[in-house]
C-alpha cells in the first residue's frame, strides 16, 4: 500500500496525472488484446508439437525486433494516431504471454494428465479443468511481464502516437534538453510499472496453494491504490483553479528548471573527472575494437606504436599459439586462433567478411553443432546480401564493449552483494528501478555527462544491460554449496581466493546466463542509442523511420534479430555443455 499511495502522490505533485492517466489507458487496452493473442498462440504451439520450434523461433523474432522497426509498417497502415501506437504496443507485449502459456502447459505432471484420461475426460475437458488451472502461476507471470512490455514500450510508441501521455513527456523534454523534466517523466513510469508489478505479483502470489489462507494483498493493493486514485482525483477536480492549471501544464509543485541547472553544475563541476573516464574507454577498449591494435596503439596514448618489429613479434606469437593447437590434433582451433589475431590486429570493421563468417561458424559449431553453424552462416550471408554488413559489424563491437563494462562492474557489485546482505538489500530496489525503467530515460544520465555522440549511448546501453551482470553473479554465487565453501575455508583459501577459485567456476552456468541477458539488453537497446549519435544498425532504423522507408527499416530489424538470436544460441550452446559436465 505505501508504495502505491507514494508512487501516486509523486505523480500529482510532479504534475504528470493527465499524461500519466493517457498512458495507463493505453497499457489497459494494449494489455488485454496482447494476453488474448499471446495465450492463443501459446496454446496453438502446445497442441502442435510438430510446429512448436517454428513458433518459438517466431517468438525469438518479436522479442529481438526493435521497438521502432515495428513502428514503420504500422506508420504506412493506420498513419500517425493513437491506433499505430496501441496497435505496436499490443504486438510488442505478446511474446511473454505466449511463452509463459507454452511452458505452464508443457511443465504440467504427467501424473495429472494421465488421472484425467482415467476418469473420461475429453482433451477439451482435460485441459480447461486440469491443464489450465495446473498452468495458472505461469499465465499469471506471463500477464504480468506482458504488462511490462507495454509500458517499456510507451515511449517508442508515442513517436508516433501523437498522444499527450508520458512517454511524449519524456521525448519533449530530450528534444529541448530539458533534462529535469525528461527524469522525472521517466520516473512516473517507472512508479506506473513498479505498482503494477507489485499488483500483478501480489495475484500470482495469492494464486499458489502455500497462499490460500492468507488475505489476498494484490486485490487488498488494487482497491487501496483505487481509493487512493479517486480521492486524489477528487482533489484534482475541486482544488483552486490556479493550482489546477499548474497542473495540468505538467509543472506540479516541481521546479523543473531549477533541476536543470543543480544537474548542469554537477557536470561542470566533475568534467575533467567524466572526460577521463570518457577518453580511458574510447583510446583503450572502444578504437581498439574498432579499428585494431594496428591503428588504436598511439604513442600518444599507449607509449609506443605498432612498428615493424613490434607488428613482427606479435605475429609470430600469433603463430606459435596456432601451431600448439595442431600439435594438439586441434585444427580448427589453430585456424580460428589466427582468425583472432588477425581480428584483434585490424579490428572489427576491417576484418575480412569470410573470415568472420568462418570464426562465427566455427563457434557456433562448438557450441551447438551443425545445424546452428549452418543457420549461422546463411544469417552472415543474408547480412552481405543486404548491404549492410558495415552497421552490422559497428553494431557488433558496441555491444561487446558494452558487455565488457557490465561484465566488469556488474560482476564486481555481484560478487559484492553475494558477500554482504545488507549491501544486497541496498542494490535490489535499485535493479528493480533500472528494470522497469524506459529505454528512453537511460539516454538522460547519458547526455548530461557526455553530451551526444557514441560514447554517450554506449553509456546508455551499459546503464540499461549491467543489470543481469548484478543479479545473476549474485544468484550463482548464492547457489554454491554451504559444504563447498567450508571445504575451501579448511583447506585455507582466504575470501578472495574461495571466491575466484571456487565460487565463480562452480557458477559459470548462471555466469553465462547472465552474460545472454545482458547481451540481449544490449541489442535491444542499440536503436535506443542511436538517437544520440551512434553509427550501427540502430541509426540505419531510425533513419529508416524519419523516411518512412519500411524496407530499410524491416530489413535492419531482421538483421538485429539475426545477431540476437545467433549469440542467443551459441551461448546457450555453452552453458548447456557446462551443466553436462558437471
Not at 479517486?230 to 493550482?243: C, E, F, K, S
Not at 582468425?339 to 570464426?359: D, E, N, R, S
Request: charged share 10%; proline share 5%.
Amino acid at each position: 500500500m505505501a508504495i502505491s499511495v507514494g508512487a501516486i502522490a509523486y505523480i500529482v505533485l510532479t504534475g504528470f496525472w493527465q499524461q500519466s492517466m493517457a498512458t495507463l489507458s493505453l497499457v489497459v487496452l494494449a494489455v488485454p488484446l496482447s494476453v488474448l493473442i499471446g495465450f492463443l498462440l501459446g496454446l496453438g504451439a502446445f497442441f502442435l508439437p510438430r510446429m512448436r520450434r517454428a513458433l518459438e523461433l517466431v517468438f525469438d523474432f518479436m522479442q529481438t525486433f526493435p521497438a521502432f522497426a515495428y513502428l514503420l509498417p504500422l506508420l504506412l497502415l493506420f498513419g500517425f494516431g493513437p491506433i499505430a501506437g496501441l496497435i505496436a504496443t499490443a504486438i510488442y507485449a505478446v511474446p511473454p504471454m505466449a511463452r509463459c502459456t507454452l511452458s505452464g502447459l508443457t511443465e504440467v505432471p504427467e501424473e495429472r494428465r494421465e488421472v484425467a484420461e482415467m476418469s473420461g475426460c475429453t482433451t477439451w475437458q482435460r485441459l480447461v479443468w486440469v491443464e489450465l488451472p495446473s498452468a495458472r502461476p505461469m499465465m499469471a507471470l506471463g500477464f504480468n511481464q506482458t504488462t511490462m512490455a507495454a509500458l517499456s514500450m510507451v515511449i517508442t510508441a508515442s513517436i508516433i502516437g501523437g498522444f499527450d501521455d508520458v512517454g511524449w513527456a519524456v521525448l519533449s523534454g530530450l528534444r529541448s534538453a530539458d533534462l529535469g523534466k525528461s527524469l522525472m517523466a521517466g520516473l512516473v513510469i517507472v512508479m506506473i510499472s513498479v505498482v503494477i508489478d507489485r499488483i500483478t505479483g501480489g495475484i500470482l502470489g495469492s494464486a499458489r496453494p502455500h497462499n490460500a489462507g492468507r488475505l489476498n494483498a494484490g486485490w487488498r493493493a488494487i482497491l487501496l491504490s483505487s481509493a487512493a486514485i479517486m480521492t486524489l482525483g477528487a482533489i484534482m477536480r475541486y482544488a483552486q483553479p490556479a493550482v489546477v492549471s499548474g497542473w495540468n501544464e505538467g509543472r506540479g509543485i516541481v521546479d523543473f528548471q531549477g533541476l536543470n541547472q543543480v544537474l548542469l553544475a554537477f557536470v561542470a563541476r566533475y568534467s575533467d573527472v567524466l572526460e577521463a573516464i570518457k577518453n580511458a574507454v574510447l583510446y583503450y577498449l572502444v578504437l581498439p575494437l574498432r579499428v585494431g591494435l594496428s591503428g588504436a596503439v598511439l604513442p600518444l596514448t599507449w607509449g609506443f606504436s605498432m612498428t615493424p618489429g613490434i607488428t613482427a613479434a606479435y605475429g609470430a606469437l600469433a603463430v606459435l599459439l596456432s601451431a600448439r593447437q595442431i600439435l594438439r590434433g586441434r585444427p580448427s582451433a589453430a585456424a580460428a586462433t589466427l582468425c583472432l589475431a588477425v581480428l584483434i590486429y585490424t579490428g572489427l570493421v576491417a576484418f575480412p567478411w569470410p573470415a568472420a563468417i568462418a570464426l562465427a561458424m566455427w563457434s557456433a559449431w562448438r557450441a551447438a553443432g551443425l545445424r546452428l553453424a549452418l543457420f549461422t552462416g546463411l544469417s552472415l550471408g543474408f547480412v552481405l546480401v543486404t548491404g549492410l554488413w558495415v552497421p552490422f559489424v559497428k553494431s557488433l563491437y558496441l555491444v561487446v564493449v558494452a558487455v565488457v563494462l557490465c561484465a566488469f562492474a556488474g560482476g564486481l557489485i555481484g560478487i559484492i552483494a553475494a558477500r554482504s546482505d545488507r549491501f544486497s538489500a541496498i542494490i535490489r530496489p535499485v535493479n528493480d528501478a533500472l528494470q522497469t525503467m524506459p529505454q528512453f530515460v537511460f539516454l538522460i544520465p547519458a547526455l548530461m555527462f557526455f553530451k551526444v555522440g557514441e560514447f554517450a549511448g554506449l553509456i546508455a546501453i551499459s546503464l540499461y544491460a549491467v543489470v543481469p551482470a548484478i543479479r545473476y553473479t549474485e544468484a550463482g554465487l548464492r547457489s554454491v554449496s554451504a559444504n563447498l565453501l567450508e571445504t575451501a575455508t579448511q583447506i585455507g583459501c582466504t575470501p578472495l581466493q574461495s571466491t575466484l577459485l571456487v565460487q565463480l567456476p562452480t557458477a559459470r552456468p548462471a555466469l553465462l546466463l547472465g552474460l545472454n541477458q545482458v547481451i540481449m539488453s544490449a541489442i535491444t537497446m542499440l536503436p535506443v542509442a542511436a538517437t544520440v549519435g551512434t553509427a550501427e544498425l540502430g541509426q540505419q532504423i531510425y533513419i529508416a523511420l524519419g523516411k518512412a522507408d519500411a524496407g530499410l527499416g524491416v530489413t535492419a530489424g531482421i538483421v538485429f534479430c539475426l545477431l540476437a538470436i545467433n549469440l542467443d544460441r551459441i551461448l546457450r550452446g555453452v552453458a548447456e555443455r557446462l551443466r553436462g559436465a558437471h
